[in-house]
């Protein structure tokens, strides 16, 4: 069965700082995609940024970039100079073939300080 | 922001009574989904369509059902509703399936669900 697992439930960082948030994920399939999600109070869930599998190169979004591992099967998010909007719930998710849909880990609530 | 709406927003009912949730596009996308967010649980999917009247369970569909009637609209009914069904449900969209790594999926605003 494929799974995401984010093991920080909750983490904190001072504003201009920069916070990393792990995801690990399991799946049998060579080729997949992974996910980043945020969720701000509002409880919209918003897209921050995306991985293929097959590219080595890390993606990258102005402020957020991943470290993808592939052979550890980790895929974790750096946010770099963290502002106070950053401040929501973070999901991580996988894309495995198949034909179904996404699978989401539990999430990090993460706290942006002053 | 894809265009999606959820109504109603904000929803308290009784244990025993149906509740039926929409969710209604404007994307003319194929693949509409439902989920449920819990505290401790994440994201669970409970039901899932994949075109005009093509539905399929997901993780968590019992006492749950859906409809997709017309592709922009997406219902799910909880045919009498349980206190273990309070929970914030989630609608989203996409254009492509899973499984070929173009599944952005767009989340509508979600509807906060009591029953008491």
């Known amino acids: 069965a494929q799974t995401v697992t984010q093991s920080q439930p909750e983490m904190s960082v001072q504003e201009a700082e920069t916070v990393t948030l792990s995801c690990t994920y399991d799946?049998?399939?060579?080729?997949?995609?992974l996910f980043w999600y945020k969720q701000p109070p509002s409880r919209q869930m918003i897209l921050v940024i995306r991985q293929e599998a097959y590219k080595q190169q890390n993606a990258t979004e102005n402020r957020f970039s991943v470290n993808f591992q592939k052979a550890a099967k980790s895929f974790s998010l750096k946010i770099s100079d963290s502002q106070l909007g950053d401040t929501a719930m973070y999901f991580c998710a996988l894309d495995h073939s198949g034909n179904t849909p996404l699978v989401f880990g539990k999430g990090t609530r993460l706290s942006v300080i002053a | 922001d894809a265009g999606i709406t959820q109504s109603p927003r904000h929803k308290v009912t009784e244990t025993g009574t149906p509740v039926t949730l929409r969710c209604h596009q404007t994307?003319?996308?194929?693949?509409m989904y439902w989920y449920r967010q819990d505290p401790g649980h994440g994201l669970r999917l409970i039901h899932y369509?994949?075109?005009?009247?093509?539905?399929d369970k997901g993780e968590v569909s019992d006492g749950y059902s859906v409809s997709r009637s017309k592709t922009e609209d997406f219902l799910l009914t909880l045919e009498s509703a349980t206190s273990s069904q309070t929970s914030v449900y989630f609608c989203a969209i996409s254009d492509h399936p899973g499984g070929r790594g173009q599944e952005t999926q767009y989340f509508g605003p979600g509807t906060r669900l009591l029953v008491l």
């Open positions: 994307e003319n996308h194929r693949y």
């Open positions: 799946t049998s399939e060579n080729n997949y995609y």
């Open positions: 369509s994949y075109g005009v009247k093509d539905t």
